[in-house]
């Protein structure tokens, strides 16, 4: 299977490198003074924001923005979009003469421009940055080569055809996903956190084993990123970004929710369930990677230069968790990430269920999967650096945002979350029953534990039904609990006479039968603790997570405490009854009683959990 894919590819790369023109610059064009710009992917989750730095660079003189052929006119989806993102769109109105709009056809020759149009672009850009690619997962590479492929190598014949002295410098935004497989020498970062991963170097590499096999759109960046290398002996100048994870603006929240991050978390906080193990995650803010894709546009040390755009900080998952636990999303419920891929399956209709596969290799081969090197990309652009990883806060914006655009779409549950991610009742059963909550079964056990200690706690002489020794001697049946025995007052240790039990030789004195009494106070402080875990429990199952933390501390304490109250009781009563059997009178008979089974079985399901 892998030799058919490499022997596609190496075939399509062949077919598209063939017949370049050189570059053949005309005297008569002189360099420009301003940086004349080419942008495909204008309406794009980076590409619009490159847009606007663009327009507010005063070394950019114009900006021609190719869009694809839609049933709105370009300006408008380009205002939709800067509006999207929380830009202000005006700019577009206050740059007339410096921006020029045009609707091209990427699969046909010159774009599918008239030749004037043509004319005008190739005898005036001086770089072409092409953003603009589909963003499928779950599709074979040919699926890419009408629009995609074909549309590289018009562009890179439109910057062969210039006439001016230096060729245009194309811009190709490619993938970590045409690397992501790499195993070869590892880069050493100078600052970062590797976290066991190689690191791919910011290089060409002719290698098609990097590539994973099953995924067109990594494949399809690939194999530009070849034809790209093989028109460099024609003229051409490139740049090419491998562009790792992006999420959301760092300034406002915004995060497309079309993007495979957020329809996981859309499904997150419709679902209410939420992965606790998984892999750390390279995001990087898609504002700060067009300012950072931009510096690379720009720099021009060599005809071919290799940058990344990729955070060098890894963001823990627990980031998201920690987010997730402190805003109004709850009752969530913290599980397995194969639990949650299970609910996703519920609705095979569900375009995110299409992605069930690549979630599912993207978070089990996370450990084996290469990171993009940086080195060099952040001498250029210092800002991919940044202040390290994502905070909770950060994604507590993106979360907040996610919340606002659910709470205000005509979209269903389901649609939400790109379409019918709801669990079916069979496994919302299995769910809040069986496994989805932590809080849930320590809960249920201290709730129990609790009811039997308040048991234990009411025992004789307030019921007479719970006691610890029960003794029956010349006619007389007396029960022994925790605050006194039948017939006396309560209180917190107490002593009796021996000679109600028909015990008239014993070495026993008050002060060591009201110290061992004494000691029966456990019982209602296990019983409070339970109680206490209780409270805990609760809020952690409505709350936060941090409830069912404390909840499983205190239940720790009240299991402990039972044990040892229980112990006490095995020897207090085990000797009491031995004496009162061997000494007693004729007759007597000592037994013990339910409390201290009782307090046994508390003790069971206070350990029951932790």
Not at 284 to 289: E, R, T
Not at 316 to 326: F, G, I, K, N
Not at 576 to 587: L, S
């Amino acid at each position: 299977m892998a030799n058919e894919l490499h022997r596609r590819m190496a075939d399509m790369i062949q077919r598209y490198s063939t017949n370049f023109i050189p570059h053949i610059s005309d005297s008569r064009y002189l360099d420009s003074d301003y940086y004349n710009v080419a942008l495909t992917g204008s309406t794009g989750n980076v590409g619009c924001i490159m847009l606007q730095i663009l327009l507010q660079d005063p070394k950019v003189g114009t900006v021609y923005v190719l869009n694809r052929r839609n049933g709105l006119p370009a300006k408008e989806r380009v205002t939709q979009a800067f509006q999207e993102k929380g830009l202000d769109s005006t700019i577009l109105d206050t740059s007339p003469t410096r921006l020029l709009y045009l609707e091209i056809d990427f699969s046909k020759k010159h774009l599918g421009l008239n030749d004037a149009e043509y004319t005008n672009l190739r005898n005036n850009v001086t770089h072409i940055i092409h953003s603009a690619w589909e963003l499928r997962f779950n599709v074979d590479l040919e699926y890419f080569e009408p629009m995609h492929i074909a549309g590289v190598r018009n562009l890179i014949d439109l910057a062969l055809s210039s006439p001016h002295r230096r060729c245009p410098r194309l811009v190709f935004l490619s993938s970590l996903a045409a690397a992501i497989e790499y195993r070869g020498p590892s880069d050493v970062p100078v600052i970062g956190k590797t976290i066991g991963q190689i690191l791919v170097p910011e290089r060409p590499i002719d290698d098609f084993s990097m590539v994973i096999q099953d995924q067109g759109y990594g494949q399809s960046k690939y194999v530009c990123e070849r034809m790209i290398v093989n028109a460099i002996q024609f003229g051409l100048r490139a740049t090419v970004c491998r562009v790792g994870q992006l999420c959301g603006m760092s300034t406002n929240g915004q995060w497309s929710k079309h993007e495979y991050s957020t329809i996981l978390l859309r499904a997150i906080l419709t679902m209410r369930i939420c992965p606790n193990d998984m892999p750390s995650f390279r995001w990087l803010p898609c504002d700060i990677a067009a300012s950072a894709l931009l510096k690379q546009t720009f720099a021009d040390f060599e005809d071919l230069q290799y940058f990344s755009v990729e955070s060098p900080y890894p963001t823990p998952w627990s980031h998201v968790c920690e987010a997730l636990e402190t805003l109004p999303v709850q009752p969530l419920y913290f599980v397995p990430y194969t639990t949650l891929l299970e609910a996703l399956k519920t609705n095979s209709k569900s375009p995110v269920t299409s992605l069930l596969m690549f979630y599912k290799q993207r978070i089990e081969n996370f450990k084996t999967s290469a990171a993009l090197g940086w080195n060099r990309s952040i001498e250029v652009a210092p800002e991919l650096a940044g202040n390290g990883c994502l905070t909770a806060e950060n994604f507590r914006s993106y979360i907040r945002y996610q919340q606002k655009q659910l709470a205000t779409t005509t979209e269903s549950l389901g649609d939400a979350a790109m379409g019918g991610v709801i669990p079916s009742s069979a496994f919302q059963y299995q769910l809040y029953n069986d496994m989805a909550s932590p809080a849930a079964p320590g809960l249920f056990f201290a709730f129990a534990a609790m009811v039997l200690l308040i048991f234990v706690s009411v025992s004789v002489p307030t019921w007479n039904a719970i006691y610890f020794l029960r003794v029956f001697t010349e006619g007389h049946d007396i029960r022994f609990g925790i605050f006194g025995f039948t017939g006396s007052g309560r209180s917190v240790g107490y002593t009796f006479d021996p000679s109600i039990v028909g015990l008239s030789n014993t070495n026993l004195n008050n002060t060591v039968i009201r110290g061992l009494t004494s000691a029966l106070i456990l019982h209602p402080i296990g019983a409070a603790l339970a109680a206490l875990a209780v409270l805990f429990g609760l809020c952690g199952a409505a709350y936060s997570r941090v409830g069912t933390i404390f909840m499983t501390l205190t239940t720790t304490i009240a299991a402990l405490v039972t044990l040892v109250a229980f112990i006490i009781d095995m020897v207090l009563w085990g000797i009491a009854r031995e004496r009162i059997r061997h000494d007693g009178p004729a007759g007597t008979t000592a037994t013990l009683g339910n409390a201290n089974w009782l307090t046994l079985a508390a003790r069971n399901r206070n350990a029951g959990y932790y």
